[in-house]
């Protein structure tokens, strides 16, 4: 294939409930180090969350950083970090070539719920409404804000994408990049879920909010005791390129993208499908010209409710059951969910496995829920498997959004 026709990873930017850059959030995954924790969440006293603790004026001030919002300074902070580590020539790149790409869930709620809660304090004033509130929660917001931080004038959007947002945005990237719209692409998904306490009543609402006395233990995927999501935010962003680009400028590969799938189940608003979960991976192999057989590491998405564990549980089976070698992992145990990040950050902490040959395991089963056992599951200590040339990434969302993306460990 020639090779601007394939797009790499050159650059990842990430804040994580346990862990800012990517060598401290793969320590966490391989030492089963949680993120989780107890926090106090308006009107509901304590509840378990994911919560990260960045420098939000590392690569903002603080006059913007009170304009703008909690979704946009982790946005802000994800793409620096990112055009970092990939040690671009920032000051020469044309910014008119410049896309940004983030898949979210939602944003702007942590203001607005603020400023209700300032009026409701004052006799519901509606002259205390911020100024700043239309900006704020306009649907482009978060990548928005990255493209005031860096000077891009390049196309930016973000993609409601629900919990698949993660793995979206990185194939909006590709995709843009393949049609020649940009020639660098800042993509992944951020969140700030855990910072509202809507999301928090809703869940519990629906019965489906984590607890646990030990608040690194509130996130169970796959336990037969699960009880329920644990909420949390963060955000990943990837410099993208092609790889004739990146060849250019002798750039650090992380891998190279091979295939993707977003698809919907159109039958349910939360519940999931797994016929249609079955369909997203296989188009996703077809895309990238595998089998089964040649994923080495699968990352469920693995939220940590009863429906969503068991249908997708079946769904890999099913895609995979021709497949003997393919190792099973999954990340909220450590993390908690963190929404539209999710599925760029479960990415991530994966991708060092090309380098290390270890599958980091899912944590937080203490008696595996017979319904959920998979061959080749890796849980609570890390697996030394050896040569990992392909990994497949799961994520999933609400109104039936389904996403795989297959990444290739590089090779010339």
Same mark, same amino acid.
């Given at each position: ?7 790499? *990873?050159?650059?990842?930017?990430? @804040? ?6 990517? =060598? ?20 509901? +006293? ?22 703008? @919002?909690?979704?946009? &300074?982790? &946005? ?24 940004? %790409? ?41 990548? +928005? ?47 700030? &879920? ?23 233990? =509130? ?11 644990? $909420?949390?935010?963060? +955000? ?5 390129? !092609? ?74 089976? !099913? ?23 999710? +599925? ?18 899912? *944590?937080? $089963? ?21 040569? $990992?040339? %392909? ?6 969302? *609400? ?14």
């Amino acid at each position: 294939m020639d090779d601007t026709q394939r797009i790499v *990873m050159t650059g990842i930017g990430l @804040t994580a409930p346990n862990g800012n850059n990517l =060598a401290d959030f793969r320590s966490a995954l391989l030492n089963c180090k949680s993120g989780v924790k107890h926090t106090e969440i308006r009107y509901m +006293g304590q509840q378990v969350a994911g919560m990260c603790d960045f420098d939000e004026y590392k690569y903002q001030s603080k006059k913007l950083r009170r304009r703008g @919002t909690r979704a946009g &300074s982790i &946005s802000i902070y994800c793409a620096n970090e990112a055009i970092q580590d990939a040690k671009l020539d920032w000051a020469n790149i044309d910014k008119s070539m410049v896309g940004v %790409y983030l898949g979210i869930t939602e944003h702007g709620n942590v203001e607005t719920e603020e400023e209700i809660y300032q009026m409701h304090q004052n006799n519901l004033d509606w002259k205390l409404w911020s100024p700043h509130h239309n900006p704020r929660t306009v649907a482009n917001s978060p990548a +928005g804000e990255v493209t005031l931080n860096l000077n891009i004038t390049g196309p930016h959007y973000t993609l409601g994408s629900a919990c698949a947002g993660g793995n979206v945005g990185i194939i909006q990237g590709v995709q843009q990049l393949l049609l020649g719209e940009v020639d660098l692409a800042l993509a992944g998904g951020i969140s700030e &879920s855990s910072q509202t306490f809507g999301i928090f009543a809703a869940f519990a609402a629906q019965g489906a909010l984590a607890q646990h006395e030990d608040a690194t233990k =509130a996130s169970r995927p796959l336990d037969k005791n699960r009880n329920g999501i644990a $909420i949390s935010e963060g +955000g990943c962003v990837y410099v993208l390129e !092609r790889l004739s680009d990146a060849k250019k400028r002798n750039a650090k590969i992380y891998a190279e993208i091979v295939g993707y799938a977003i698809n919907s189940d159109a039958s349910d608003f939360v519940n999931p499908n797994t016929d249609r979960q079955v369909e997203c991976m296989h188009k996703a192999l077809k895309k990238a010209g595998l089998k089964p057989s040649d994923i080495d590491i699968l990352n469920m998405h693995a939220t940590g409710t009863g429906t969503g564990d068991v249908n997708e549980t079946l769904a890999v089976r !099913r895609a995979f059951e021709d497949s003997n070698k393919t190792y099973v992992n999954f990340t909220k145990g450590h993390i908690g969910h963190c929404m539209g990040a999710a +599925g760029s950050l479960e990415l991530a902490g994966n991708i060092p496995s090309f380098d290390d040959g270890v599958v980091h395991p899912g *944590m937080n $089963i203490t008696e595996l829920d017979p319904e959920c056992d998979i061959k080749n599951l890796v849980y609570n200590q890390p697996k030394q498997v050896g040569n $990992i040339n %392909y990994i497949l990434n799961n994520s999933f969302g *609400m109104l039936g959004i389904n996403s795989a993306l297959i990444v290739k460990k590089f090779t010339a």
